[in-house]
Each structure stands twice: as structure tokens, then as C-alpha cells.
């Protein structure tokens, strides 16, 4: 194991240095109670205690909109030129449910046919997490699918011990880094200080809603013709925000654009929603989740059940962020619960 120590007071210094050789990103404040991963130079700005930001950071993985291609239809065969806009990027700041987002999206763009951009940006981003010591908000479910500890996916982890951090240092990149910054190797006092803040979580964070996490691929399995789909089916208005500020959800549009020419143009990808009444609609008229209701479920399968067959791991990090979001009000965990116990 490889900890290293960074008092309080050279944080500012630890962000400059960082920002000296790459864009840093890290939590900001926008307005009252919302936060934002954004382009920082120093720590004065930086939110260390934050409920999770309005999106997540996927967006530096998978922008909401990105250009693939230039394409050139004017001579005989197709030419097309592919197209990636990446820099060097660290996130400071990162929580444990917004790591495991990034985990699953890794895994879903890594499977073939892998998708080259995400994968490329993703090698030019250092991560560096934080841990929360307590719950964000009401919202939150991140024991449930047990994201509230750390599972790996960072370079760099930050984990407040009062007047220093104490980092995990995951990776080579993570290594170099504090090499290069000359960060002080951890003590066995910090160790033990470090044992405590997690001993101490465990009093803090219990499961959300009350029901045994193992249980809830069975609850799903049999849960397709439940009430509880029509009841949050009626209130939803599919304005899809629930999907956009989701860390897990990757499901993307793609359109070409043609030029006045008529003969070059470029082909672009924009995040869709599954909440979205077109999303399901094919060639003939038909749509597999005309409903409201199908929608929602379809959902939470994608959370809940579907992931967990194939990559063996749910997709719901427990962040809360489509609760917050919802202007329908829909409650992720009054929904789990409902299921539940209509399932009982
Ligand atoms: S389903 Fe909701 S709580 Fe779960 S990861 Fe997506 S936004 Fe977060
Ligand atoms: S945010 Fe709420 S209202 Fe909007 S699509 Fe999602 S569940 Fe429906």
C-alpha cells in the first residue's frame, strides 16, 4: 500500500503546481446548492464538501455533444477524417459513487466494438477522488449498492484526516505524480487515523431503503408487471433529465450535418434519453416504450437488472442525482421501496 500525506495549507500550492501541467477540473459552487466539475487554477474556488455536481463527470469522458468526423462525398469513394478534441485533464475532487460511474461507463465503451473516442479521452484523464465522511443529502443510496467506501478507479484518493490529507496512490500516473511533488510518505499514526475515519462511516451510512441489496435482482426479475411502473409512469413528463444527470447512462444520437457544398459535412453523437418517446420509435411506425410507464421501468432495469446480468454489477452508484433532478418528483428510493414491497 502507498499513502502519502498533504497538509491542508498546501493544497492551494498542490492545485497550482497540477495546473501547471495539465487543466484541472474540480467542484464549484453555482448558486445555491448546486455544484459544477469546472476549470479551476487554485483551491480558492474548490468546493471540498459537495453534494454530487448537476452532471456528473462523464461529461469529460463522453461530452454531451461531440464531433466524430469529417466526411467528403465529393469525388468517387467516401473519405472521412475521424475527429477527437482532448486535452490533458485531472478531476480533483471525485466522490466514491461518481468513481464507480466511471467504472461502468469503462466498462460498457471498452467491449467490442469499442469506442475509440471515449477510450482515448479517458487514457488522457488523471482522476483524483475524495471521500465523504457523511451522506450529501436525503437523496443518496450509495450504501445500498456499497459505493460509499472507495473501490478503486482513481489514480489519486483524498481522504480528509482534519489538518491533512491522506492519499492512496492507485496508479503509475498517481506514483509520478507524487514523486514529482515530493509528497511525504504516510506515518503508521496517519494509518490508524485513516482506519478510523472508515470505521467511523460505519455508523453513518446504513441502507437507504430497508432492503437487502442482494435481494433486489430477484425483486426485478419478477417485478415487470408492477403497480409501481404506472404510478410513477403517470406523473413522469419524459423530459429525460433524470437520464442527462445519470453517470451511468451512455445511450447517444447520431447526426450528419452536410455543408452548403453538399458534398463535406461533418457527423456529430448528443446524448439521448430512454425517457424520450421517439427513443424506441423504428422504420414502420412502431415504438417498443410508447408508454410512460415502460419508459420508467426500462429505466431502472438498466440500473438494476440488465447490468447486472452481463457485467455482473448494478449501474445505479446510489448518487441521487435523478431525484434532485426530476421535476415530477419522482424519489428513487421511494421507488425501489415501492417495488419492494409490492413485491413482497
Ligand atoms: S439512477 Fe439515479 S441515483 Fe442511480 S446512478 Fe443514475 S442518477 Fe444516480
Ligand atoms: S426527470 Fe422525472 S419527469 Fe423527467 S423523465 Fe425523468 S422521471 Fe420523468
Known sequence: MNY???????????????????????????GHNNFAFEEVTSAGGIALSYIPTILPPKKYFMPPREKLLDFDISEGKPKDTASLEAGETAIFGVHTCDLAGIQCLNMVFSERPRDYNYLLRKEKVFIIGLECGGYCDEHASCALVGNHYPNGGYDLFFTDLGDRFIIHVNTQKGEELVESFCLAKAASADMIALDKVREGKKAVFKNEIGVEPGKLPEIFAKGMEKKVWHDIGERCVSCGNCTNVCPTCYCFDM????????????????????QFETFAAVAGGENFREERAHRQRHRLYRKFKYPLDKFYRAFCTGCGRCTRACMAKINLKDTLKALAAESK
Do not use: Q
Open 255 to 274: 447526426a450528419d450535418t452536410i455543408n452548403l457544398d453538399m458534398k463535406t459535412g461533418f457527423r456529430t453523437r448528443t446524448w439521448d434519453s430512454c
Open 4 to 30: 502519502h500525506i498533504l497538509k491542508k495549507d498546501e493544497l492551494d500550492g498542490f492545485i497550482k503546481k497540477l495546473a501547471g501541467k495539465m487543466k484541472v477540473c474540480a467542484p464549484v459552487a453555482k
